[in-house]
C-alpha cells in the first residue's frame, strides 16, 4: 500500500531545488536529479494527520523501506544531498513515524559525512541499544576528525559479544590516521588476544601503523609473519603496506630494502602504488641504480614513477640525470604537472643552472593558459626560490607579485631572496607586510640579522617573537646564538645555552654548531671544544666549526690534528674544510703543510679549487715572506684574479713592505672594487710607513675625490651584561676619563718592565710626543683597561675589534698580562690573540 491520497504539492522546496537539479547535464548526474525531485515531491506531500494512524497500521515495513530508500538517495557527499537528507528526517519526525533502526543507521552514517558529529552523537545517544552498525560509523567519524580519545571511549563501550573486526579495523584504522602507533599496535594485539581474526584491512591499517614506529628491521619481520600465517599477503593493499614498512625502515637496516624488493618481486599482481613505494623506498635510501633499473623495467611507466625518479635525482644532486628524465618524459607525451615542474625548477635552483631553469619557467607559461590554484601555488614558489638562489632577486620579487595565491613558503622565499643578498631594508619591509608569520618565517628574519651585520636587531626580534607567545624551535635558537657570535655578546649566548639545556634542545645539531662558533668568536675555546666533544651527533659542519675555531686562537697544530682524526672517521672534508684547513696553517706560518693539503684538495679529494681557497694560499705564502711563490700562484691562476686575490697579496706587501708589488695590487684593486676603504688605507700606510707622505696625501685625496669613507676602529667589551663601544681617542664614554687616568698609570709600570711605544705604528707626520700620545688613545687600549677597571679581579678580559690590531698594542698587551697577572683576549678582523704571562698565542706571527 502506498501513501493515501495527498494535498496539492506546495511551492517552498520544489521551486527552489527542482530547476537548478534539472541543470545537471551528465547522464548520472541526470538520473540523481531526478532520483532526488521524487523524494522533493515526496516530502512536500500534506498528509492528513487522521490519516497517520492508519499509514502506521496498515504497512510500518512499507514505509520504513521507503524513508530508507530516500535516504539511500542522499548518500552522496554533496551539499544538496546532505539538505535533503535533513528534510527526510524532519518528515520523519513530524509524521509520527518511529525509524528502525537501520534507518537510524543511515542517518548517522549521513550527519557523520557531513561532519555534523554533533548531532550525529545525539541521534545516536537515543538509540537505546545501538547496534555495531552505529557506533562503528560513529568511530569511524570521530577519529577521522582527530577524536581518538571519544572513538576509543565509543569502543570501550561496545559489549565484546557486538564487537566484530569491522569495529576493530575502526579503530586500529583511526590510530593509524592519526600517527598513533603505539595505540594501534596494542589494539591489535588486543584484538588477536579477544578472538577476532584480522583481514587485509586489518593488517593494511597495522603494517602502516608499525611504519610510524619501528625501531627494529625485526619487529617487521614478526608482523609480516603473521601476515603470511594469515593469508592474506595476496592482497595488493596488504602487499603494499608491507612494501611501505620494509622501505621506512630501510633507513635502521640495508636488508629492509631487500625484504621489501622481495615482497614486491612476489606479488601476483600490482599496482600504480606498488610502484611507485618500491621506487621511492629506493631513492630515499640512496638506491638510484636500483630505483632507475626498476622503473626501467615497467612495462607501462606511470607518471608518479617519472615524478619519483627525477624528484630522486635532484634530492640527490644528479641535476643533470634529472634533467634528462625531464626530457624523456615531454618526448613520451607523459603529463607534466606540478610535481614534475618543482621537481626540475629546484634542481636548477640547487646546481645554478639559471638558463634551463628560465627556459622551464617559459614553456610553463606557453603550455599552462589558466594553471589551478593547485599547479600554480607550488611552481610559483619553486620559481621565486630558483630566482632568488640565482642571483636574480628582483625577478623573483616579480614572480611573486603575480601570484593570486600565496602561502607560507611564498612570502619566506622572497623573504630569504632579501636576507641572501643583504637586502635588509627590504626584508624587514616584507617582513611588516606578512599577513601571517610562522616559526620559519622568524627564524629567516632573525638569521638575515644575524649574518648581514644586525646581531643587535636580531636578537631583539627573537625577544619579540617570544613576547609574541611563539615558542622558538632549535634552529630559531640556532639563529640567534649566531646574532650573538656576531655581536660578540658572550652572557647573552650562554644564556640562550642555558636556555636550550632547560628546554631540551641541547643534543640539537644546528644549536650545537652555532654554540661551537658563538664561543669560538667570544673568545672562550675551550667553551667551544667543551660542546663539540659533548655533542650526541656531529656532521661535517661541527668539524668545520671546531676547526676554524682552533685555528682562528692559534691552535693550528691542533686544528690539524683534528682535521686527521676528521678523515679517520670517515667523515668527507668539502671546500669550507680546506678553507678553515688554509686559514690555520696561515695564522701558524704552516707554509708546508699548508701546500700539501692544497694540492691534495683536487688530487686526493676531486674538490677543486676556488678563488677564496687561492686566496688563502697565497695569504699563506705572503705571511712567510715568499712573495715571488705567490706572484707565480697568481700568475698561473685557471680563472682572472679576483678581489680576494689582490687583497691577500697587498696584505702581506703591506706586512713584508713591498712597496712595487703592493702597489700594483692597490691599482688591480682600484679597478675591482673602487669603493672598498681598505685598499686605500693599506697603500697610504705603507707609503707612510716609509715616509712617502706626498704619495700617502694623493692617496687620501683620491678617498675623498671618489666618496671614499674609512671605517674608523672601535673596540668593545662585554661588562655587566652590558656592551660598552670605544672609538680611537674616545671622549664619548660616560667613565673614558678613568680608563686615561688607569692607562697612564700602567704605563709607567710597563716602561719599569722594558716597555717602550713603538711610534712606527702611528702613521702620521707629527712629533715623537704626539705619536706616544696617539698610542694610548687606541680603542683596544682604552677597551682593555676599561675591562681590567671593571671586570672581577682574575677574570679574563675579552676585546673585540672591528679591524686589525696595530703593533704597539700588541706589545703592551703582551705587557700588561704579565704586569696585572690576568688573561687579555683580543679578536681583531682576522683572529684572536692570547695575552698570557707576557706571551701571545700567535707567536708575533700574525
Known sequence: MGFPTILPISSSVTEILIP????????????????????????????????????????????????AAQLQFCCSQNPISYSLAKS??????????????????????????????IYARHLFDKIPQPDIISRTTLMSAYSELGYTAFARELFDGTPLSIRDTVS????????????????AIKLYCEMRKDGFKPDNFTFTSVLSALALIAHDERECEQLHCNVVKSGIESFVSVSNALISLYVKCGSLSLSSLGNARKVFDGMLKRDEWSWMVMITGYVRNGELESARELFDGMSEKFQVAWNAMISGYVH??????????????????IRLDEFTYTSVISGCANSGFFGIGKQVHGYILRIEGKPTSKFALPVNNALVTLYWKCGEVDLARRVFDTMLERDHVSWNAILSGYVSVGRIDDAKRLFDEMPERCLLT??????????????????????????????????????????????????????????L??????????????????????????????????????????WNAMIAALGQHGHAVEALKLFVQMLQENIKPDRITFLMVLTACSHAGLVKEGCQYFESMDHVYGISPGEDHYARLIDLLCRAGKMSEAKDVIQNLPFDPGAPIWEALLAGC?????????????????????????????????????????????????????????????????????????????????????VYIYLEELGVKMRKLGYVPDTNNVLHDMEPEQKEHALSTHSEKLAVAFGLLKLPPGATVIVLKNLRICGDCHTAFKFMSK??????????????????????SCGNYW
Open 20 to 67: 537548478s537539479l534539472l541543470l545537471l547535464q551528465s547522464p548520472s548526474k541526470t538520473i540523481f536529479s531526478v532520483q532526488i525531485i521524487v523524494i522533493i515531491i515526496i516530502l512536500d506531500m500534506k498528509i492528513p494527520t487522521s490519516q497517520l494512524s492508519q499509514i502506521h497500521q496498515t504497512n510500518v515495513r512499507t514505509i520504513a523501506n521507503r524513508y
Open 88 to 117: 527526510v528526517h524532519a518528515h520523519i519526525t513530524t509524521s509520527g513515524f518511529k525509524p528502525l533502526g537501520h534507518i537510524l543507521n543511515r542517518l548517522i552514517d549521513i550527519y557523520c559525512k557531513s561532519n555534523n558529529i
Open 168 to 183: 576493530y579495523n575502526a579503530m586500529i584504522t583511526g590510530y593509524s590516521h592519526n600517527n598513533d602507533g603505539c595505540n
Open 316 to 333: 640527490h644532486g644528479c641535476i643533470l640525470e634529472a634533467l634528462e628524465m625531464f626530457k624523456s618524459m615531454y618526448l613520451e607525451e
Open 442 to 499: 622568524w627564524m629567516v628574519m632573525i638569521s638575515g640579522f644575524a649574518q648581514n651585520g644586525y646581531g643587535e636587531d636580531g636578537l631583539k626580534l627573537f625577544n619579540g617573537m617570544r613576547i609574541e607567545g611563539l615558542e622558538p624551535c632549535d634552529y630559531t635558537f640556532a639563529s640567534a646564538i649566531t646574532a650573538c657570535a656576531a655581536l660578540g655578546a658572550l652572557e647573552h649566548g650562554r644564556q640562550l645555552h642555558a636556555q
Open 501 to 542: 639545556i632547560q628546554i631540551g634542545f641541547n643534543s640539537s645539531l644546528s644549536a650545537g654548531n652555532a654554540l661551537i662558533t658563538m664561543y669560538a668568536r667570544c673568545g672562550v675555546v675551550e667553551a667551544a671544544r667543551k660542546v663539540f666533544f659533548t655533542m650526541s651527533y656531529i656532521d661535517s659542519v661541527s
Open 654 to 738: 703591506r706586512i713584508h713592505g713591498n712597496m712595487e708589488l703592493g702597489i700594483e695590487a692597490a691599482e688591480r684593486l682600484f679597478e675591482l672594487t673602487p669603493q672598498h676603504d681598505g685598499t686605500y688605507v693599506l697603500l697610504s700606510n705603507m707609503y707612510a710607513a716609509v715616509g712617502r707622505w706626498d704619495d700617502k696625501a694623493k692617496v687620501r685625496k683620491m678617498m675623498r675625490e671618489r666618496g671614499v669613507k674609512k671605517e674608523p676602529g672601535c673596540s668593545w667589551i662585554e661588562v655587566g651584561k652590558q656592551v660598552h663601544v670605544f672609538l680611537v681617542d674616545d671622549t664619548v664614554h660616560p667613565d673614558v676619563q678613568e
Open 819 to 840: 704586569l696585572v697577572e690576568r688573561e687579555i683576549v683580543v679578536r681583531d678582523g682576522k683572529r684572536f690573540h692570547h695575552f698570557r704571562d707576557g706571551e701571545c
